[in-house]
């Protein structure tokens, strides 16, 4: 095939999977790019400076980064970088910029467009977990949403920034088996207009998906080889016979079920946070090094794979990994400081693949991250994939 053949057949090929697979609403510019993300939280007072962690992001090619504010120090150190950046509006501005739409535009003339385009900041989250957390912010968070959007809409960068919400599990009322999972009736009063908007902006649904805490919770019934996806029987859903060798892949099937169920068919499921704390308080069972690299390790490599879950076989998961950092000044059990791939010195927290800012004495992986990478290559050498890798 010469190379005018070749160029015709992928214009085909792009031409035929846009046809495949159309878009459902108005979509903003794509926020995400690959499969693989971090959530860099600095509740901390001993963790490297911005500038330092651009470094450590570029040398870990960890292309789409999540911060909890708008700190100012972050976004100039992402300037020029080419980092996917989603800033956030915190719980504390939800009534406020519900209740001003001028609030809502001051707060991205100050903190978003000053910074376009040369900090890369294709995403705001406004709010975390409030709906099934602090009842007085349920009613706010869809105004807060809304004034967002219209102030993006007069800065004409409705089309460049994505806005979502990311939710607990505590939306649900049950998500076992995944199939039945629905949201709780006294949050859906709020869920709903929240979907109907973001159906109509085209954005994804985020959740927080955490096997380890599900594991915690129940250490006695839950296997925990099926928590850090690790060889077991894994579960049979008994509505679909779909089946389940992980519990993460049921995790974002639930939040599928739930939407299907209200309504929402065609609405992405991506993952907002998740991970696996390498220590905790006594009773935080599970909470070790070993298995948070074990759990960290086989979700980097089932992300790598570009796969869907066995509900949505052909719409890959997206997740943003919690955390960058160990965070010493975090409240809450001491597992809530134990998140982190990286000791607060730029270290590895342990060896996953990544090299840190600095040498570090933690045991090796439980596979080179090359060999997993030529594996993949070899098992997914389609030519979508091959289009795919291309925008890791």
């Not at 995400?32 to 450590?56: E, H, M, Q, T």
């Not at 292309?63 to 120090?73: E, F, L, S």
């Not at 159906?199 to 839950?222: C, E, K, M, T």
């Not at 925990?224 to 060798?245: C, K, R, V």
Request: aromatic share 12%; glycine share 8%.
């Amino acid at each position: 095939m010469g190379p005018r053949q070749y160029a015709r057949w992928m214009v085909l090929l792009l031409c035929t999977l846009l046809l495949a697979f159309p878009s459902h609403g108005h979509r903003p510019a794509e926020s995400f790019v690959g499969a693989y993300g971090i959530n860099y939280g600095r509740i901390a007072n001993n963790i490297p400076s911005p500038d330092k962690v651009v470094a450590l992001l570029q040398s870990s090619k960890i292309r789409n980064v999540k911060i909890y504010d708008a700190d100012h120090g972050v976004l100039d150190a992402f300037r020029g970088t080419g980092l996917n950046l989603v800033v956030a509006v915190n719980n504390g501005l939800l009534k406020d910029f519900a209740a001003n739409e001028s609030a809502a535009l001051d707060w991205l003339n100050g903190n978003v467009k000053p910074y376009l385009p040369q900090t890369r900041i294709v995403g705001i989250t406004v709010g975390n977990e409030v709906l099934g957390g602090d009842p007085s912010l349920a009613e706010p968070l869809v105004g807060a949403i809304k004034n967002v959007y219209s102030g993006l809409k007069k800065l004409g960068l409705e089309d460049r920034i994505e806005l979502f919400s990311p939710h607990s599990e505590a939306v649900f009322a049950t998500s076992y088996p995944p199939s039945a999972c629905v949201f709780k009736e006294d949050v859906m009063v709020y869920m709903k207009p929240l979907l109907d908007f973001f159906q109509r902006i085209g954005s994804p649904f985020y959740v927080n998906a955490y096997p380890f805490l599900a594991y915690i919770s129940d250490p006695d019934h839950i296997d925990i080889n099926y928590a850090l996806f690790q060889p077991n029987p894994g579960i049979l859903d008994p509505n679909t016979s779909l089946h389940y060798d992980n519990m993460f892949d049921a995790q974002v099937d639930a939040a599928y079920a739930a939407l299907q169920a209200a309504g929402y068919r065609d609405m992405e499921v991506r993952v907002a946070e998740t991970g696996w704390a390498s220590s905790g308080d006594q009773n935080e069972v599970g909470a070790s090094v070993e298995n948070a690299r074990t759990y960290n390790f086989n979700l980097r490599k089932r992300l790598f794979l570009r796969k869907g879950t066995p509900l949505k076989p052909k719409t890959p998961v997206k997740a943003y990994i919690f955390a960058l950092f160990n965070e010493n000044s975090k409240p809450g059990p001491a597992s809530e400081k134990h998140y982190g791939l990286f000791n607060a010195d730029g270290r590895i927290s342990y060896d996953i693949g990544y090299s840190g800012l600095l040498p570090s004495s933690a045991s090796s992986s439980l596979l080179p991250m090359k060999k997993m990478r030529a594996g993949e290559w070899i098992v997914h050498c389609s030519a979508a994939v091959i289009l795919s890798i291309f925008f890791f």
